[in-house]
């Protein structure tokens, strides 16, 4: 019997009916010939937490507001959001608008259009530390330059990362031991467990006038394990003590950056970072990355030569421009937080009405959750593939976003989903019964 | 720990451990110690030791210390490591009346385990040859999995990160199944536990199995047509992966 059999059958006994992907398979097969693994990195059934890979959907057709289609139908509404970019909702009118306006103006041209000064004024007015705008296209690329800038800055060649944090793929970013890192490339880094600020001083104070930057994300949000925010005074201490020592604050926001705060995330935990990173959601999935940092680094980041060939297209300026207004305007971080309630408090019901336990942890605009019945995480892992066939699109490790294109009825669909995958899991998986 | 002391390990608790198995599933060897009552101590200066006892038609590897009928001494884990590649001989220093049972059947149990270790390749046609070679292939991988996890520096490096639990590692298709439990940063493979496991791989024919410890196929690419099934801890899954990547240095 195969796989495929295997969900037929199972779907006599239960009332949903569940997906199947024939013609991803087949995409899959012809690309697994060109490209590597077929979807490589984080949008990859491996990478992703898309497992098993049988239970997901490998390429999409479309998208449009809190919903994508795949290339055989299905529906599924998206709390992956692209993996954060998706904030507004897929084709928001008004930043695809904006951008359309644009791309009839000039995208990429020899020089730079006036959209790249009014996104900057437009940062710099929004977000609380920031006195000045950069732009590049990844968010890795607005992590390494301020790694680079806290280097530039101090003269300095070590920086302190939070284990489990995620900076991007360079190899700085990386661990020893991954493919392609050799010792070198994270010679000069140095790690502390989340929230442990004793251990952060006895390390910067066992380093002394060599570290240039800490860099963190403004919580611990790392893959596999509930996400843990700040303890109160933590961040307050943790900017006395860079202050203190002439290190670098930089703060990484790329995942959070716009969904807890339209000015940044450090002013949502109540501190100032001297370098903050943003990405994802910043221009509604047009490709546009920015650093913002405080007056006194504008120089060193001049200094700094950094730049891309498509890191002035004026396209995702404009977008960046009409999302930032919207966000705005429609207090985006207040409305993803009620979102979140809904569904995360609804989410945990369901569950308990099926007797199993379910941990929301996080921040409620990109939440982290984890069935604690079970410490190998195969339960999780079951429930979240009936959820995914039945049109409901989360991952097994990664926190989830949300967009606010998402409604009341796309809550109460995803609830009604959650029940009939607990009563799949429940048969697939008996002894949970 | 140099790459010489983990190779040494490597040749040591993974290559030579399988005379365990090969006796357990190979008529021929099983022929050759069949009511032969001997023990053989590898001791290697600065270096790892462990013994290979042969008794009751059985063979079973212990790294305590005891006595031994057979002592080979080995200046170096060089030394130790060009013995295996047939390039140097050992040292006895006890044993002297029993080297037949060194030179003969011992050296025949090695030949045999190389056969099934390093084929020729129109054997690998043969599915019951296949299915033998990559039993072999699967233990290896797992003791060497814990060797470099527990010696090589780097291996030290990615096993911290590596969560407490045991790892199932199995062909669906022969009902082989290896275990690696990790434990405070260390990594011990086994064929049995009471422990049940947090991780699984699961391969789902010993094709899969053979192509991917063979390096013959991509793992992404098993993994993504559930040729090799994960479920569980994941992240145990993936640190081990790290390790893996670094068998092909030493072996």
Known sequence: ?433 | MSSSHTKAAINLYAILRNLEELCEVDEASQGLIRGKQQSIRFSIQNGPSATLVFRDGKCKMTEDEGSSSIKLYFRSTDHFNRMIDGAANPIPVKGFTKLGFLTNEFTQLTKRLEYYLKPQPELLGDPDFFRQHTGFLLHTAAYALGCIANYDRVGQEIAKRIPDGVVSLSIQESGQQVFLEARSGRLTAMKSTSVPPRSFMIFDTVQSAGDLLSERADVHELVVRENLLLKGMMPMIQHLSDILSRVPLYI
Not at chain 1, 21 to 46: D, F, N
Not at chain 1, 58 to 78: E, M
Not at chain 1, 198 to 211: R, Y
Not at chain 1, 218 to 227: E, I, K, L, T
Request: charged fraction near 20%; charge should be negative; hydrophobic fraction near 40%.
């Open chain 1, 1 to 433: 019997m195969t796989k495929f059999d295997e969900r037929i059958r199972l779907k006599e006994a239960i009332m949903m009916q569940t997906y199947s992907y024939p013609t991803s398979k087949q995409l899959l097969e012809r690309a697994l010939k060109v490209i590597p693994s077929g979807v490589y990195g984080h949008l990859g059934p491996v990478e992703g937490s898309m497992l098993p890979p049988s239970a997901f959907p490998f390429y999409a057709s479309r998208a449009n507001g809190a919903y994508f289609w795949d290339v055989d139908g299905n529906r599924f509404i998206d709390y992956m959001c692209a993996y954060g970019p998706n904030i507004l909702g897929y084709n928001d009118e008004e930043v695809e608008r904006a951008a359309n306006e644009q791309a009839g103006l000039g995208n990429c041209v020899t020089l730079p259009s006036i959209k790249m000064i009014e996104f900057a004024e437009l940062l710099v007015d929004t977000v609380h530390s920031a006195d000045w705008a950069f732009f590049a296209k990844n968010g890795g690329d607005a992590t390494s330059f301020a790694l680079t800038i806290a280097r530039a800055e101090t003269g300095r060649k070590k920086a302190i990362f939070v284990k489990r944090d995620y900076h991007g793929v360079s190899p700085w970013a990386k661990l020893i031991g991954n493919a392609g890192v050799v010792e070198e490339d994270v010679s000069h880094n140095l790690y502390v467990d989340w929230n442990d600020y004793q251990a952060l001083e006895n390390l910067v104070e066992q380093h002394p006038g060599e570290i240039a930057c800490l860099m963190a994300c403004p919580y611990s949000h790392g893959n596999y394990v509930d996400n843990e925010l700040p303890a109160a005074d933590y961040w307050s201490k943790v900017r006395a003590l860079c202050t203190k020592h002439g290190i670098v604050l930089a703060i990484d926001d790329v995942r959070c950056g716009f969904r807890l705060d339209l000015a940044g995330s450090d002013h949502y935990y109540g501190f100032k970072a001297d370098l903050i990173c943003f990405c994802k959601a910043l221009a509604n999935g047009h490709n546009v990355s920015a650093i913002c940092g405080i007056q006194e680094l504008k120089g060193t980041a001049a200094s700094v030569f950094y730049t891309g060939s498509y890191w002035f297209s004026s396209v995702p300026f404009a977008a960046g421009i009409a999302t930032i207004q919207k966000l705005k305007r429609i207090d985006a971080p207040k409305l993803l937080r009620e979102i979140g309630q809904k569904l995360t408090g609804g989410l945990v019901d369901v569950a308990k009405s099926h007797g199993f336990h379910l941990n929301i942890s996080g921040e409620l605009p990109l939440w982290y959750m984890r069935i604690t019945d079970d410490d190998t995480q195969v339960l999780h892992q079951a429930w979240i593939a009936a959820c995914v066939q039945r049109g409901v699109f989360f991952t097994n490790h990664h926190n989830h976003f949300l967009n606010t294109a998402l409604t009341d009825e796309d809550i109460a669909f995803t609830l009604d989903v959650a029940d009939d995958a607990f009563k799949a899991v429940k048969q697939l998986l008996p002894q949970y019964a």
